[in-house]
C-alpha cells in the first residue's frame, strides 16, 4: 500500500458517504482506500492515537506509517492529493486551522439533521470493492 493513504469516515453518515463516493471518483492515481470509523480497523487506529473512539465527528486521512489529518487539514489534503482541480482549494490553507474547523465542525455537528444518516454502514458496490478496508 505503498504511497496510498487511508479515509476513515462516518460510515451511517450520508454526507461522509457522498464524499467518498466523490474521492473515488476523482481518484485517478488510485491513492486512496477506505475504512469506517465504526468497523474494527476504525476502532483500532482511534484507540492506538488515543482518539476518542465513540464520536466520529472528523473525516481522518491516514498515510501509514508517517502522518495523520484531522477535520479541515484532512478536507484539504485530500483535495490537494486528488490534483487538478481540486488541488486549487488549497488556497484556504491561508486561513488558520482553529478557523477552518471551526466551520468544518459546524457542518459536523449538523450532518445527520442536514444530510440525514443510515441504519448501516454503506456496502460499497462490487467495483470499489477493493477500496474498502476490513481489517
Not at 482518539?51 to 481522518?60: E, N, Q, T
Not at 484532512?74 to 488556497?91: E, M, N, R, Y
Amino acid at each position: 500500500m505503498m504511497n496510498s493513504y487511508i479515509v476513515f469516515f462516518d460510515g451511517i453518515c450520508n454526507l461522509c458517504n457522498s464524499w467518498v463516493k466523490f474521492i473515488i471518483k476523482y481518484d485517478k492515481k488510485n491513492r486512496f482506500k477506505f475504512a469506517s470509523l465504526q468497523s474494527e480497523m476504525g476502532q483500532n487506529f482511534l484507540k492506538e492515537r488515543n482518539l476518542s473512539s465513540h464520536s466520529f465527528d472528523s473525516i481522518i486521512l491516514y498515510q501509514p506509517n508517517s502522518a495523520y489529518f484531522l477535520k479541515s487539514d484532512a478536507v484539504l489534503q485530500i483535495f490537494k492529493l486528488l490534483g487538478f482541480p481540486f488541488s486549487i482549494l488549497s488556497i484556504f490553507y491561508i486561513f488558520p486551522s482553529f478557523i477552518r474547523d471551526k466551520l468544518y465542525s459546524l457542518i459536523a455537528k449538523n450532518r445527520y439533521k442536514f444530510f440525514g444518516k443510515s441504519e448501516s454502514c454503506m456496502m460499497p458496490n462490487p467495483e470499489w470493492k477493493d477500496k474498502f478496508l476490513t481489517n
